[in-house]
């Protein structure tokens, strides 16, 4: 399966890029290589949940400014 992507240079060095299928999801590595892995970890996440496979929980995150 082929999947097409955008991506671009970020500011730190590190690519940063999208799955067109689903741009609303950003997502980087130090490399294009690593981009590209992380692209496809991406994709197996939300298929698996699209499926019905994940167990969805919420918590909470600090942050400080």
């Known amino acids: ?7 671009w240079k970020g500011k730190n ?18 490399t294009i290589a690593d981009l590209e892995e ?10 698996e949940e699209r499926e019905g496979k994940t167990e969805k929980k919420s918590g909470t995150l600090k942050v400080i400014a």
Do not use: C, R, S
């Open 38 to 47: 992380m692209l496809a970890d991406l994709y197996l996440f939300y298929k």
């Open 1 to 7: 399966m082929e999947l097409q992507y955008t991506y």
């Open 13 to 30: 060095g590190w690519f940063v890029g999208y799955l067109n299928i689903w741009p609303d999801h950003l997502t980087q590595g130090k």
